[in-house]
């Protein structure tokens, strides 16, 4: 592990105190004593020049930026510089590895820097809550009763708990989504429930709840019963449509034990019938984990063996054009072996052009830059696997300063 530093006092007035516990695991810090010969750039650029150059920093360095002087200081915690930072397209987004089974703690990591951070998430108790993200904020809700929902943006730690959504308090299986607006800053959060019918294991409740964050208020537009399918804990929003995995109870081939539909969010109709929007899976998958890379539907898929679709052989990329799916790219051989024992089920999340896959049972962690077709394994994550069954989990987010529930 290379030297260690600290964003101690490096914190802007608008993120509070708790960020401070955000140290960096892969800093080389060998230049701190060189001397710089060169003119000081506060002698030549103005400050709004100064404001745009910093705004393109990678979110690690703007922290750093700030405690420079007293006049970088002032610049990045300034609201000018926030609309400056806004209008930065995108930030490459995080990843955030829980290392315990229990509590919900970890690390960071930073494709820009190629860097891990420990930092403390806001609001969650336990690493199985659920948890999606949009444009820098990321919303969970807890695993029991589901009745605990926050928003939150884990750089500044801004958080807000929301009112309990509605429906069915003990839904059997639920799926969280949440789509942010970085022009109005306001956001959307959908929640799928699913709960069998009493006595009928083919048949299955399906209702979706949705909040808007202008109006503070939850909305159920929509209640369905699925003969032979249920929903599950699989869902995103991409360009204004809530999309979400289902799985079949019975009564179909194992080819067809995955499916997807869909719900306009826009017009948010009450008649809409969700089983007439299916679209079947590209192959036989043993889990499917879908993202929203640039307002379009990505899924990462485990690839069933022929013979035994059941047990994972290898791991596919698609994308989603009208309603079928084209492939982007599959997993080279090499680095689905890296992982060591894969299970049939494992953790994917991402946005803008990067895709994080990772092994429930190892820190390992796997990048896809989209763009580039190109797979690489992120830097060695500063936690080692201490005993057989513990387990690793995580999720992306885009890093961002001035997003705020």
Not at 56 to 72: D, G
Not at 270 to 286: A, G
Request: hydrophobic fraction near 35%.
């Amino acid at each position: 592990m290379e030297g260690e530093t600290s964003w101690v006092s490096h914190c802007p007035d608008y993120v509070v105190p708790a960020m401070v516990e955000f140290d960096s695991f892969s800093e080389l810090n060998d230049e701190e004593n060189r001397e710089v010969s060169s003119v000081p750039v506060d002698l030549i650029l103005p400050d709004d020049l100064l404001e745009r150059i910093l705004a393109y920093l990678p979110i690690a360095s703007i922290f750093r930026a700030s405690c420079v002087c007293k006049r970088w200081y002032e610049i990045v915690s300034s609201r000018r510089f926030l609309w400056n930072f806004s209008q930065v397209l995108s930030q490459k987004p995080w990843y955030f590895m829980f290392t315990s089974s229990e509590e919900p703690v970890g690390y960071a990591y930073d494709p820009s820097l190629r860097k891990w951070y420990s930092i403390d998430l806001p609001c969650i108790q336990t690493s199985n809550w659920f948890i999606a993200s949009s444009c820098g904020l990321v919303c969970i809700m807890d695993n029991d009763s589901r009745s605990e929902l926050y928003v939150c943006n884990p750089i500044t730690k801004c958080s807000k708990n929301l009112q309990e959504p509605p429906g069915l308090k003990f839904s059997d299986y639920s799926a969280l989504a949440i789509c942010a607006n970085m022009k109005t800053f306001c956001y959307s959060v959908a929640i799928v429930k699913s709960k069998q019918v009493p006595g009928n294991f083919y048949q299955w409740d399906l209702s979706i709840h949705i909040y808007d964050s202008g109006t503070m208020k939850w909305l159920t537009p929509l209640t369905e019963v699925l003969t032979g399918w249920r929903g599950g804990d699989e869902s995103v929003i991409c360009d204004g449509v809530l999309y979400f995995l289902i799985y079949a109870t019975g009564g179909g081939g194992l080819e067809s034990r995955h499916g997807l539909i869909t719900y306009n969010l826009s017009s948010r109709s009450s008649h809409c019938s969700l089983i007439k929007t299916f679209i079947p899976v590209p192959c036989s998958l043993t889990c499917g984990r879908l993202m929203n890379l640039k307002e379009k539907l990505v899924m990462v898929g485990g690839i069933g063996k022929p013979d035994r679709p059941d047990i994972i052989k290898g791991i596919g990329i698609w994308v989603l054009k009208g309603t079928e799916w084209q492939e982007i790219s599959r997993m080279p051989h090499k680095y689905f072996q890296g992982f060591g024992e894969f299970d049939d089920v494992f953790a994917s999340s991402g946005t803008d052009d990067l895709i994080y896959i990772q092994s429930y049972g190892a820190p390992a962690l796997l990048v896809f830059d989209v763009n580039q077709k190109q797979w690489r394994w992120s830097q060695k994550c500063p936690v080692t696997k201490r005993f057989p069954l513990q387990l690793f989990t995580g999720f992306c987010f885009e890093p961002r300063l001035e997003m705020s529930p």
